[in-house]
């Protein structure tokens, strides 16, 4: 099967490529890119991308998906289909699954899942420790082996510093990106709102800054003793913003995310109690959201993620407090991206790159590009697309999302997944 | 559903109370119209509190998620001289529980024809969510939300201000004590604002302090006796025993040495300055025992008038409810007698009518 999109304007920071032009398909790999076609190519379809955009397919570092265990909404099958209908074709999927991955026998079954949904292309990421507890370390050498691009311990880091020391030096020779999120549970102290104006009036228990910043700066020196490659995770204040910049400047070997949602919410928005508001990382104040988003501008943000948690209705159905922190986000992200470099300044190649090639390139996985052989995953996007997010046009088993309601410019219209056809908006179908 | 108008959801669409579960957002009108009707229940002469047959035939639900003995005693007394048939109900909850078996529990109550429920919950914000999954006529009192609101708690203490003091506006008050985890601070100060008082202060060891103390509008001391110099009235916060446990203060006998309120501080406020707790009082803690026996304590005071003014949020939001429906009947009466004058809106005759 030989296809041809034709007269789209390509838009691939891995190639720093920003043209108009042909893009042409063999075989679900990425044959070539330009107004002339490889040689011995001939077209089996066309389609016609004339004013519409293509993107490689987005690289998502942390979307949960639902399978194994019932403590998230949604499978593999109807996540996966999510992702797609919001142009990501790879994803991540923390280990925080119930059981917990820290076994080859879940990583192996997580990838069959992947394989049978057929939709987009799954990477495990293993438990750090054994059942996520913070304190023996899983068998980090054969998650590896059973497929996992990178190691974690999801929302629940370990908290014990020698802890920390040892699993670092242990895996700095097993060549796996870990992956850290940073909050000190002591601070944290059960806290479910960020410790500002809106929580002091709310009567909210608070989470200071402090929690995030703590423990970063911890786990900064740690990674610097052992050398290890470490990626940091969800990034929410100003300052821990500024730590990543200066540790960078020392030459530490590290990358680090923020959540899509953090970029265009603050604690502003928790004034009503309203639960779908209630994330983890906390929303921070203006300032806070002000930073990140400058750290993305300027590079010391490397990628952007969804963070994704589809939740049952019951679990948000609850006093703030008591609800299940999380946004269901896949269908979201390229979208809220799209209103950054709208509304915000964001240029579009470093938005597109944040969720592309950085992240491929912190996992250090040939995905996130459109660069000859690889594999054609991509999507057709109609940048005029004008839409709203509403619950009843959620693919995500996960409806909740605080960004209902909210007004997109910029429509995925296509999501070609090895080559394949993986979704295709209501619009573009009824043609 | 109920979907409330306007920006503050417990108020109806005429501008008046439907739940009462935080004073933000509430005008002067409202806070006065509930301290004069508390004033209407008692009987000036002889201090009494009668019964009235205000709320006969409605039924009042109290939800108690979390233990409470005066402010559950006083509701149920303030229910009852309102001649409405009471229930309470300690419902033992865990933190992780499902959504569903929680307003199930809500609704299943509703579905025995409750008018209002009185909810204490230990999550802030409980009582908002609440009302978001009542049905429309029914209504929601909040007796006290994680560490948001107590707002019939600061309402009966404006009451015994006002008592005293004639009126909160232009008077200068300090609330000692903690205030970071105390829900009932939170709606004093609201109250306090609301009502003009001239100056709030809060005093407390940086540990039992708001993050953001500004964003509640008062001013800030960490010093006792600079912290109720000239005031005219001085609110005493209880304090919880398991603040010593989670490091924020070394000791009750410390803190009694720089916050407690003894005979020798009290002078620094103003000669005729009252003294309240909303209590039950930590003797040699907070307050000395001199200070809360003496002659410029209204403790138990309040405690009486908690009564008077529940009486009189509850009768308040039910007569609001009435006016309400008389208000809709009217707005349709109006309309149909429109619709009949308008011949192109009349409606074709059923084989009934003919």
């Given at each position: ?8 304007r ?9 043209e108009v032009?042909?893009?042409?398909i ?9 107004s002339?076609a490889?040689e011995g190519?001939?077209a ?5 991308a004339?004013?519409k955009?293509i993107l ?14 019932s403590?998230?909404?949604g499978?593999i ?6 992702a797609?209908a ?11 699954t ?5 076994s080859?026998?879940v990583?192996?079954l ?18 750090l420790t054994?059942g ?15 497929g996992?691009?990178?190691v ?5 880091p ?9 699993t ?9 990106v870990?992956?850290?999120?940073c ?5 944290k102290?059960?806290?479910?709102a ?6 002091s ?8 800054a402090s ?7 911890r786990?900064?020196?740690?990674v ?10 969800q990034l929410?204040c100003a300052r821990?913003?500024?730590m990543i910049a200066e ?6 070997n590290i990358?680090?995310?923020v ?8 604690e ?16 921070r104040s203006?300032?806070?959201?002000h930073?990140l988003?400058a750290g ?9 993620v969804?963070d ?7 679990d948000?159905?609850l ?10 986000g896949?269908e ?19 938005a597109?790159r944040?969720?592309t ?19 054609a995953d991509?999507?057709?996007?109609n ?12 693919v995500?088993?996960?409806q909740?999302?605080p ?9 995925v219209?296509q999501?070609?997944?090895q080559?394949?056809p993986v ?7 009824k043609r | 559903m109920?979907k ?9 669409e005429?501008?008046k ?8 957002g509430?005008?002067?009108h409202?806070l006065?119209?509930?301290l004069?009707?508390?004033e ?8 009494e509190i009668?019964?009235?047959p205000v ?7 109290n939800?108690?998620f979390?233990?409470?003995?005066r402010?559950?005693t006083?509701f ?20 992780t ?8 529990t809500?609704w ?5 024809q409750t008018d ?6 230990a999550q802030s914000?409980?009582a908002?969510?609440f ?5 429309p006529?029914?209504?929601?009192l ?7 609101a ?7 203490d404006?009451?015994?201000i ?5 009126d909160v506006f232009?008077l ?14 939170r709606?004093?100060i ?12 809060v005093?407390?060891?940086?540990t039992?302090?708001?993050?953001n103390p500004?964003a ?5 001391y960490?010093?006792?006796?600079e912290g ?14 398991e603040?010593?446990?989670?490091a924020?203060?070394p ?18 406020a103003?000669?005729d300055?009252i003294v309240m ?5 930590n ?5 000395e ?6 002659p410029?304590s ?16 509850m009768?308040?939001i039910m007569?609001?409810a009435?006016?309400?429906s ?10 149909a007698?429109?619709?009949?004058e ?6 074709p ?5 003919t």
């Amino acid at each position: 099967m030989r296809l041809v999109i034709k007269n789209g304007r390509v838009i691939d920071p891995s190639q720093s490529l920003d043209e108009v032009t042909n893009l042409y398909i063999t075989r679900g790999r990425i044959a070539g890119i330009g107004s002339d076609a490889p040689e011995g190519f001939t077209a089996d379809q066309e389609v016609d991308a004339t004013g519409k955009w293509i993107l490689p397919g987005l690289v998502d570092l942390q979307a949960r998906l639902g399978e194994p265990g019932s403590h998230y909404a949604g499978s593999i099958a109807s996540e996966t289909k999510a992702a797609v209908a919001g142009g990501i074709t790879s994803i991540c999927c923390p280990p925080d699954t119930s059981p917990v991955n820290d076994s080859q026998a879940v990583t192996e079954l997580l990838q069959r899942r992947a394989r049978q949904a057929a939709t987009a292309f799954v990477m495990p990421i293993g438990a750090l420790t054994q059942g996520l507890k913070g304190e023996r370390l899983s068998n980090i050498h054969s998650l590896k082996q059973a497929g996992c691009v990178a190691v974690s311990q999801a929302n629940t880091p370990i908290q014990n510093p020698l802890t920390l020391k040892n699993t670092l030096a242990y895996s700095s020779t097993q060549d796996l990106v870990v992956m850290l999120r940073c909050e000190d549970q002591a601070i944290k102290n059960g806290g479910v709102a960020h410790s500002g104006p809106v929580s002091s009036r709310l009567g909210l228990p608070e989470i200071s800054a402090s929690a995030e910043t703590v423990a970063l700066a911890r786990d900064l020196i740690l990674v610097e003793e052992s050398g290890i490659k470490a990626h940091f995770s969800q990034l929410s204040c100003a300052r821990s913003v500024e730590m990543i910049a200066e540790a960078k400047k020392r030459g530490l070997n590290i990358t680090c995310d923020v959540a899509i949602h953090q970029l265009h919410l603050s604690e502003m928005d928790v004034l009503g109690f309203n639960s779908l508001f209630h994330v983890s990382p906390p929303l921070r104040s203006m300032q806070d959201k002000h930073a990140l988003l400058a750290g993305v501008k300027s590079g010391i943000i490397d990628a952007v993620v969804s963070d994704h948690t589809p939740l049952a209705k019951d679990d948000k159905l609850l006093p703030f407090g008591e609800s299940m922190p999380g946004i269901s986000g896949l269908e979201t992200l390229l979208p809220l991206l799209l209103k950054l470099v709208q509304d915000n300044g964001l240029d579009l190649l470093t938005a597109i790159r944040c969720v592309t090639q950085a992240p491929a390139e912190i996992l250090g996985v040939q995905k996130g590009t459109l660069k000859p052989n690889s594999s054609a995953d991509l999507s057709i996007i109609n940048p005029e697309g004008v839409w709203t997010l509403s619950p009843e046009t959620m693919v995500s088993a996960g409806q909740n999302s605080p960004f209902h309601g909210w007004e997109f410019v910029g429509q995925v219209e296509q999501t070609f997944f090895q080559g394949r056809p993986v979704f295709r908006s209501a619009q573009e179908a009824k043609r | 559903m109920s979907k409330l108008a306007g920006p503050n959801i417990q108020l109806n669409e005429l501008g008046k109370l439907h739940h009462f579960l935080t004073l933000e957002g509430l005008k002067h009108h409202h806070l006065t119209e509930i301290l004069d009707t508390a004033e209407s229940f008692i009987n000036p002469n002889t201090k009494e509190i009668k019964k009235v047959p205000v709320l006969r035939g409605k039924t009042i639900m109290n939800l108690f998620f979390e233990p409470s003995t005066r402010t559950r005693t006083t509701f149920e007394i303030a229910e009852k001289r309102l001649s409405a048939d009471v229930e309470s109900l300690d419902i033992q909850t865990s933190a992780t529980k499902k959504g569903e078996s929680l307003l199930d529990t809500l609704w299943n109550l509703q579905a025995m024809q409750t008018d209002m429920f009185v909810i204490r919950h230990a999550q802030s914000g409980a009582a908002q969510f609440f009302s978001q999954h009542v049905a429309p006529h029914v209504h929601v009192l909040n007796a006290g939300d994680g560490q948001h609101a107590h707002p019939t708690q600061a309402m009966l203490d404006m009451f015994t201000i006002r008592k005293h003091k004639g009126d909160v506006f232009d008077l200068k008050v300090a609330i000692v004590g903690d205030v970071l985890h105390s829900r009932v601070v939170r709606s004093q100060i609201q109250a306090l604002s609301i009502l003009e008082a001239r100056e709030i202060r809060v005093v407390g060891p940086k540990t039992l302090m708001p993050e953001n103390p500004e964003a509640l509008g008062v001013h800030v001391y960490h010093d006792m006796e600079e912290g109720i110099k000239d005031v005219d009235v001085i609110i005493m916060v209880r304090l919880q025993n398991e603040r010593m446990t989670s490091a924020l203060i070394p000791s009750e006998k410390e803190f009694f040495k720089l916050y407690g309120l003894t005979e020798a501080r009290l002078a620094l406020a103003k000669p005729d300055a009252i003294v309240m707790h909303p209590g039950p009082i930590n003797r040699g803690v907070e307050i000395e025992s001199a200070v809360a026996d003496g002659p410029q304590s209204v403790i138990l005071e309040q405690v009486t008038y908690g009564i008077a003014v529940r009486m009189a949020v509850m009768s308040i939001i039910m007569s609001n409810a009435a006016q309400l429906s008389q208000h809709r009947a009217e707005k349709e009466a109006a309309q149909a007698s429109l619709d009949l004058e308008d011949p192109q809106n009349t409606a074709p005759p059923t084989e009934a009518n003919t």
